[in-house]
């Protein structure tokens, strides 16, 4: 079922227009905006991963058919009441002890009033007086301009919780705008910083980080591309040491943190272009070009919005009392920084090793999966770090897609920790049949191909004797004191034991015969 | 088209008129009576008085087939509590399967997919819903007459009007057109329809019922209640729609008290009054002294009665019409056209859609009361207006609080005059609003209030009589209003065997 609303939305788009005097993007130097400061605050909108919407019961899902997830109060019918999902509610609580926010023991909901066809009800529950966190912030790690590594606090001004809207599509020159409501009502956190962020580096750095966060807090899936995870960005530029902010321009619509630094470093251009013709920057909504790579302004054909702002009549405050809270508090999941530490610590593996694998929480896990049923820990992270990795970047980077389970991974590591086949065998013969076939198990695939290290002396003997034998110029000369054709010794041994031998053995008994 | 005559012969006797449920069920019991008898009985009444216009869609077919269920479980033993009440529910309750429009052009041929919780709670208890009833649109007005539907008319003088919001609601019990109906009072919609009609309103506690399924007009102000022939039937309805509901945050988890069981006031009750409802000129001088006779007999009686003055109560109009514009006009946002119901045949844009379908089908006064919330909730007046009136709203709660830890309640006239003549006000929306003076401080405070019979003026025009009590406690204002109807009943008695004599 679609909704059709017989209308068009018009967005007037255009372009500031450039005279022959003034400069342009593209003239500024990197000397001359070095002499300037980007000044950049953010409003990251994340969508929570909750069993039902913010209000509703309706089922809270991303990609099912159109209008297929709406009741009654998504639709806004006369006569319905909101309902506060506890689940949102221990959501951002959770998001922010994560970010040591202060958490409101009393948290409102406010009405945000205005007309939009996608916008059910004319108004979006929101929080304007006392949203459910405040104060906080997050610590990024960044290079710097002079490529430097260098840590951060971005602090957050508050968190709060409200509805995302329902979609117009548009579907080709149809005159028609499509409504679904599917998302509307879906429980988002708005995080909103302090403008704290100086550069595109910062900023992507930013929002990598919180992605991180709410993927490792278990609340969002934070993706970019499917508009679960999204940045209003308010970009100002001022000469550096200036006591005032420049005018603040706030851009939109971008669906991955680098074209959100893309948009950035346009931006800053832009607005130092204007301000060293002379020129003003305008307060204004910019959405950003992924062709060309620029930001354009946009007018909606309203006059600024009056929100008229007041208390939802409709939802009680909600109170989050001491054993709640504590709750929630236990129940939170290990943060990236504690992870490292716990690598660190207990695992015994370098610093380096545990920021590498503490990128993502899948692998984390994974890591913790394999160490728990091998002690070969550092091992373990080689493996991790090297043909996990390489296959990972071949296929996605998504350890989901990675077939090997953690037990087999640690079967593995102990046959060539054990010596029952040899490190090469491991990473270059076994691990790729695992890869194509998962379910079986690596020591069988070892035996099956004859791949097993063979530490039997009897058996190598004869082989030794056969090569000594068959080479008995190379011997002599050997003998003579050509010690380097040892090499070629053990090499044909090797050849012989179809890689099979343990090749210090091989060397002990050559050097025994000869 | 032909024209069909035949005789169903059990629709043609009267009934006794029935004030109490408890009358109908003993006869259900012991006389014959049939639920089937009793819904043929109001259908015929509603059929005879179409022109009172008290209806906007009568479920004859539905009512008559519940009936015989409800019949049948009556000889099984299996009936609920509400066996042989037949209701009627004002046009902003929602009831699956039914009509709904709050009696507004924009929700035209709107169907509720979904019951209220109240109206759920009754059929339940197998109350028989004989159908939807008139209205001021989305409940804003006095008098009914902001209607799509037409005015109601108040059947003790048809060129007079029944009071509103819930007019058609108090008109259809005091013309025996059901048995009782359910109204929704927001600023006095309940009681000052039912004092124009002389019947019983009740505004209970704000959160003692679920506003589920109630299309809102204030959402912090909205009560439903019911209207009926007697305070027991009042209590009664009122312990079954009440108590906690999972689809309202907004309700109370406090335990429902049986409010029908206990009618049995004892003792002796601290009553405060203001002294200006019997002196103020603005007020009719029946009404004056219909309230003070109540005054004097209960004072008589012992109780002590005691004049007192409650200075904030000259900003409660204000403070009202602030607070329920601003709600409403972020609450009918919704009624925009795209969803559902009245969209603009002219729309050639989003925002022509928007103003077109809301200018056509949102009658004068609701375009009124939208426009005033707009404008007290917009930026450079929202500290002047809206946060103001919120402030005088707590303080009127505070003083109210204190009133109630002194006294057990609060006595005054419901309105300052008797039903009015129909076109008389419409023209001058602040004195249609003064008819609220009374009735609004229950809604802004949040407290419980019934409006009783108290006579009739020397038009003969029904007066009624206001108690209002704490914040949850409507199960001694009951036992209260019951006793003070018995008190005037006595008296009324008295009066006319004193004049036989």
């Known amino acids: 079922m679609l909704w059709t609303a017989r209308m068009h939305i018009f967005v007037i788009a255009f372009s500031i227009i450039m005279t022959q005097n003034t400069l342009q993007p593209a003239d500024i130097t990197d000397e001359l905006l070095a002499t300037y400061e980007t000044v950049i605050g953010l409003e990251v909108h994340c969508q929570l991963l909750t069993e039902s919407k913010l209000f509703a019961r309706d089922v809270n899902r991303f990609g099912t058919e159109p209008n297929t997830n709406i009741g009654p109060l998504t ?18 609580v959770r998001l922010g002890l994560a970010c040591g926010c202060s958490i409101s023991r009393k948290t409102t909901f406010d009405r945000k009033n205005y007309f939009y066809p996608d916008l059910p009800k004319g108004y979006q529950i929101s929080q304007d007086k006392k949203p459910i966190c405040e104060n906080g912030g997050v610590a990024i790690s960044f290079k710097n301009a002079e490529g430097k590594t260098t840590d951060k606090v971005i602090r957050f001004h508050h968190i709060h919780l409200e509805e995302d809207a329902g979609k117009s599509v548009h579907e080709g020159d149809q005159e028609e705008t499509l409504l679904d409501y599917n998302r509307a009502g879906t429980p988002l956190v708005e995080m909103v910083s302090e403008p704290d962020l100086r550069s595109a580096e910062e900023t992507g750095a930013f929002v990598t980080e919180i992605r991180r966060l709410v993927r490792y807090l278990g609340i969002s899936d934070g993706n970019m591309e499917e508009g679960s995870l999204r940045c209003d960005v308010n970009v100002s530029v001022r000469k550096y040491g200036a006591p005032e902010y420049g005018t603040k321009v706030e851009i939109k619509n971008m669906n991955s943190i680098r074209n959100m630094m893309r ?64 709750a929630i508090t236990s129940a939170m999941p290990a943060l990236p920084h504690e992870l490292r530490e716990k690598f660190v610590n207990q695992y015994g593996i370098p610093t380096y090793d545990a920021m590498v694998l503490t990128d993502t929480k899948e692998i984390a896990d994974y890591f913790e999966a394999v160490c728990n049923k091998t002690p070969a820990y550092k091992t373990v992270s080689n493996w991790l770090m090297g043909p996990v990795k390489s296959f990972l970047n071949e296929n996605g980077g998504d350890i989901a897609l990675f077939p090997v389970s953690p037990q087999s991974l640690a079967d593995l590591i102990d046959l060539a920790e054990s010596g029952t086949v040899s490190n090469s065998v491991a990473t270059q013969k076994i691990f790729p049949v695992l890869l194509a076939e998962p379910q079986r198990e690596p020591k069988e695939i070892a035996a099956t191909n004859n791949w097993l290290q063979n530490s039997n002396t009897n058996e190598l003997e004869s082989l030794v004797d056969e090569v000594i034998n068959s080479m008995p110029d190379k011997v002599a000369a050997y003998r003579k004191g050509k010690k380097g054709l040892i090499g070629l010794f053990v090499g044909e041994v090797m050849k012989k034991s179809n890689n099979t031998a343990d090749p210090k053995l091989v060397n002990q008994l050559l050097a025994k015969k000869l | 088209m032909a024209l069909i005559i035949y005789l169903q012969p059990h629709k043609y006797f009267t009934l006794k008129e029935y004030l109490t449920l408890a009358e109908i069920q003993e006869d259900l019991r012991e006389d014959g009576l049939t639920c089937v008898k009793l819904v043929e009985h109001y259908l015929q009444k509603i059929e005879s008085s179409s022109h009172l216009n008290a209806f906007v869609e009568v479920y004859a077919d539905e009512a008559r087939s519940t009936a015989a269920v409800v019949d049948a479980k009556l ?46 709670r009754l059929i339940d208890e197998d109350a028989i819903i004989i159908g939807r009833q008139n209205c001021d649109e989305f409940a804003m007005g006095s008098s009914n007459e902001n209607s799509s539907f037409g005015p109601a008319l108040n059947a003790a003088d048809n060129s007079k009007v029944p009071g509103g919001s819930s007019g058609g609601s108090a008109v259809a019990v005091q013309a025996g057109l059901c048995h009782a109906s359910l109204g929704s009072d927001t600023g006095g919609s309940v009681r000052q329809p039912a004092a124009f009609c002389g019947v019983v309103g009740v505004k209970p506690s704000y959160g003692r019922i679920s506003r ?197 309640f609060f006595i005054s006239p419901v309105t300052p005059t008797t039903a009015f003549t129909i076109g008389e006000k419409t023209e001058d929306p602040l004195q249609m609003y003064l008819a609220d003076v009374f009735t609004v401080q229950a809604n802004v405070v949040g407290n419980p209030a019934i409006a009783v019979p108290n006579g009739f003026d020397q038009q003969g025009m029904p007066i009624g009589i206001q108690i209002m009590a704490p914040y949850f406690g409507e199960e001694k204002m009951l036992a209260f209003a019951d006793y003070l109807t018995r008190l005037n009943q006595k008296v009324a008695k008295k009066y006319s065997e004193n004049q036989e004599v």
């Open chain 2, 212 to 408: 589920y399924g109630l299309i809102a007009y204030a959402s912090s102000f909205d009560c439903i209640g019911p209207i009926t022939k007697s305070v027991s039937d009042a209590a009664l309805l009122l312990e079954i729609m009440s108590g906690d509901d999972d689809y309202d945050s907004t309700v109370s988890t406090k335990e429902v008290p049986a409010y029908s069981a206990s009618l049995n006031w004892e003792g002796k009750a601290r009553i405060g009054y203001i002294q200006d409802t019997l002196e103020n000129e603005a007020i009719s001088v029946d009404i004056r002294q219909r309230t003070k006779a109540v005054l004097d007999r209960l004072r008589a009686e012992g109780h002590e009665v005691v004049p007192v003055e409650i200075p904030l109560l000259d900003s409660l109009l204000p403070t009202y019409y602030i607070l329920t514009t601003a709600e409403a006009s972020s609450n009918l946002s919704r009624f925009d056209g795209v969803r559902y119901g009245h969209r603009s045949a002219e729309s050639t844009d989003l925002e022509s859609m928007y103003k077109k379908t809301r200018t056509e089908a949102f009658g004068p006064e609701v375009r009124r009361r939208i426009l005033l919330g707009t404008f007290v909730l917009s930026a450079n007046y929202y500290d002047a207006y809206y946060t103001k009136a919120q402030r005088v709203r707590r303080l009127v709660r505070e003083e109210t609080n204190r009133f109630f830890e002194q006294f057990d």
């Open chain 1, 263 to 326: 948009a950035i470093s346009f931006e800053e251009r832009r607005q130092v272009a204007l301000v060293e013709s002379d020129g003003q920057v305008q307060q204004e909504t910019r959405m950003f070009d992924v062709d060309n790579g620029q930001t354009y302004g946009m007018r909606v054909k309203e006059t600024m919005n009056d929100y008229r702002y007041f208390p939802d009549p409709d939802l009680s405050p909600v109170v989050i009392s001491e054993e709640w809270l504590s």
């Open chain 2, 75 to 120: 000889v099984n033993g299996t009936a609920g509590r509400l066996a042989g009440m037949v209701i009627g529910i004002k046009d902003v309750l929602s009831h699956k399967g039914h009509g709904l429009q709050a009696a507004s052009q924009i929700l035209d041929s709107y169907q509720a997919p979904f019951t209220a919780t109240a109206v759920q």
């Open chain 1, 75 to 92: 639709l806004a019918l006369p006569g319905t009441l909101p309902k506060i999902n506890k689940k949102a509610i221990e959501y951002a």
